[in-house]
């Protein structure tokens, strides 16, 4: 089964700045989620990617295969940003249909 | 498209009583899954269903829960009997295409 390590486990941050969340994984997988949980609880998956990077407003992500590792950044933070922001990836290795597993999250807290 | 559809959005109950928990996922899904989130253990997947048949049903915590999806429509997650440590937020997804995944609102289940 894969495991997910996600860093850092809480960001508190001021507005404009420059952030990035980390998430490495145990072993191969056909794509990993990024996912976005306000308070509140819902969850919007932000991003899905197998390979290089995606980029969606100020939201940008990227993924290293070999080194089964992923970033996901914020370009010019704002306190809307605040949320849990949660990597996942497929349960077994090179599964795509199966069910995900996830990292703890991280809590950010952008500051005006 | 009205996305996932959790019903109820809140439950409360007596440690004892039977808990059901429905799911409609959005329609053309072939794939739903459960998931619980716990502020102990976090996100983890309880079943997945592929094509309304059930893949795999590891994380199941006990013989206490049971999933069934009768059709492309309609899931259900039900629990008997229910105890307080059941106490989480149960999500249900589906997937178009065993990658994507579409996330519910949630259901909210206290037992006292």
């Known amino acids: 089964k894969n495991e997910v390590e996600q860093s850092p486990q809480n960001l508190t941050a001021q507005e404009g700045e420059f952030i990035t969340i980390n998430c490495s994984y145990s072993?191969?997988?056909?794509?990993l989620h990024w996912l976005q949980q306000h308070p509140g609880g819902g969850i919007v998956s932000l991003f899905m990617l197998s390979s290089g990077k995606k980029k969606h407003g100020r939201l940008i992500a990227t993924i290293n295969i070999q080194e089964k590792h992923s970033s996901l950044h914020i370009t010019a933070s704002h306190p809307r940003d605040s949320a849990v922001y949660i990597c996942a990836v497929p349960l077994y290795s090179g599964g795509g249909a199966d069910g995900l597993t996830f990292g703890k999250g991280t809590h950010l807290i952008i500051q005006p | 498209d009205a996305g996932v559809i959790q019903s109820p959005r809140h439950e409360v109950t007596e440690m004892g009583q039977e808990v059901t928990l429905r799911c409609k996922p959005i329609?053309?899904?072939?794939?739903l899954f459960w998931y619980r989130q716990t502020m102990m253990r976090g996100l983890e997947l309880l079943i997945y269903f592929n094509n309304n048949v059930p893949i795999d049903d590891s994380g199941m915590p006990e013989d206490r829960f049971s999933a069934k999806m009768p059709n492309a429509s309609f899931s259900t997650l039900k629990i008997q009997p229910s105890e307080p440590r059941d106490s989480a937020v149960y999500f249900c997804a589906s997937s178009p295409d065993r990658y994507e995944q579409y996330f519910g609102p949630g259901t909210r289940l206290t037992v006292t």
């Open positions: 072993v191969g997988i056909s794509a």
């Open positions: 329609s053309g899904h072939n794939s």
